[in-house]
């Protein structure tokens, strides 16, 4: 982590700024005070784990080796475990959906280039994909982080990725070799930024939170006056009733378990692409088009399987309708605001932060 960037940070806690004792070019391994309450919070493997109490207490137990060396100014066992708002219940979701992503994206770690761009142009629509160009990105849950090496071909000027749980590390790899990438370890609830933004983004990741609405409001106090915010959900779609009543019952499963059952949960999908690819060789363009799932016809097996993994085995899903949406943007008077279908199953949003 380069040390230029721990200006953009803040306090998870209380939003003072965040201190480091090391003046050279990059941070590895190492220690960042917080100015305001005097809380530190561990730099592991070039990535400040930047967690409230009680999920930062979460990760000491998942990677204990790595909080050995540590030597606290402010000591685990004195933060106070929960915030105002997480319940018991909250922080169980929470905690289950770290690991649900964890073991998700350390396991599918590879996309194709052409599944990567496919996405994130068709996602942006009826954005231009270049709308990020010579910004300030944040991307609030950023997987593996194909998202940000998409924004970054497209021109944004300096990126940051935050990730929940350990699939932090799968997206610092990838990213590794971009110097204006910043791979960061946080709570959407508890957002460890300045409002420094232009731009700031959630692929997938709304619909996913045991409080969506908190979610995305707390997304815009990292914009500046004037910053933009996207954000891409599930919709309702007339598979969901099914689909949930599978979901509620597999997501209990351990996850190797979740990983194998859900490759035959794929094969429809492979099925329809099939289906929708023939059509097109035999020219039936028309037909082709009222393919269900058509969409999955770019991806591979694999990219099937890792959707399957998302919608069947997380803690948390919701679907939205436009409506349920378009209110979360008029209450916090955000501007220019697009909601656009994608697939019909699911919804673009965005819009512009005051000035
Ligand atoms: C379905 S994945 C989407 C990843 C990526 N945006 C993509 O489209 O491939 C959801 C991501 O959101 C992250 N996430 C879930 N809850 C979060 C929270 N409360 N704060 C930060 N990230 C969160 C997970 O770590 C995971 O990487």
């Given amino acids: 982590m380069k040390s230029q960037v721990i200006k953009f940070f803040a306090c998870p806690v209380c939003k003072g700024s965040l201190l480091s004792d ?18 530190d919070y561990p730099v592991i493997r070039g990535i400040p784990r930047l967690l409230p109490d ?5 990760l000491a137990s998942q990677i204990p080796d790595d ?6 100014a402010f000591p685990l066992a004195k933060r106070t475990s929960l915030s105002d708002f997480e319940t018991e219940d909250f922080l169980k979701k929470q ?28 996602t942006l629509a009826p954005l231009s994909p270049d709308i990020v160009k010579g910004k300030t990105v944040l991307e609030a849950g950023t997987g593996v982080g194909f998202f940000l090496d ?38 959407i609830f508890h957002l460890p930024f300045k409002p420094d933004f232009n731009f700031v983004i959630s692929h997938g990741v709304v619909h996913h939170l045991p409080d969506p609405e908190m979610g995305f409001k707390s997304l815009l106090t990292a914009l500046k006056p004037g910053g933009e ?23 209990r499963l351990p996850k190797p378990a979740a990983n194998a059952f859900s490759i035959p949960c794929a094969l429809p999908l492979l099925f329809f692409k099939w289906v929708y690819l023939g059509l097109h060789a035999l020219k039936q363009e028309r037909l082709a088009d009222m393919v269900p799932y058509k969409q999955y016809a770019v991806r591979n097996f694999r990219e099937m399987h890792c959707t399957i993994m998302d919608k069947l085995f997380v803690p948390v899903v919701n679907y939205y309708e436009e409506a349920d949406l378009r209110p979360w943007f008029e209450k916090a008077a955000l501007k220019n605001i697009k909601i656009s279908g994608r697939d019909g199953n699911s919804w673009s949003c965005y819009g512009i932060k005051s000035a």
Avoid at 54 to 58: D, F
Wanted: aromatic share 12%.
């Fill in 67 to 72: 909080f050995k060396g540590f030597d606290f």
């Fill in 150 to 187: 998409r924004m970054n071909s497209h021109g944004a000027s300096l990126l940051f990725g935050m990730n929940l749980g350990l699939d932090v590390e799968t997206a610092k790899k990838r990213t590794s070799r971009w110097d204006n990438i910043t791979i960061v370890q946080g709570d």
């Fill in 229 to 251: 915010v996207f954000i891409w959900v599930y919709g309702k779609d007339p598979a969901v009733p099914f689909i949930e009543l599978i979901r509620k019952v597999l997501h």
């Fill in 22 to 39: 090391s003046s050279d070019g990059g941070i590895e391994t190492g220690i960042l005070k917080c100015s305001g309450c005097g809380r």
């Fill in 95 to 122: 905690h289950a959906t770290m690991n649900a992503f964890a073991y998700e994206w350390n396991e599918f770690t590879e996309l194709t280039p052409e599944f990567c761009e496919n996405e994130y142009t068709r």
């Fill in 54 to 58: 009680s999920l930062l207490k979460i």
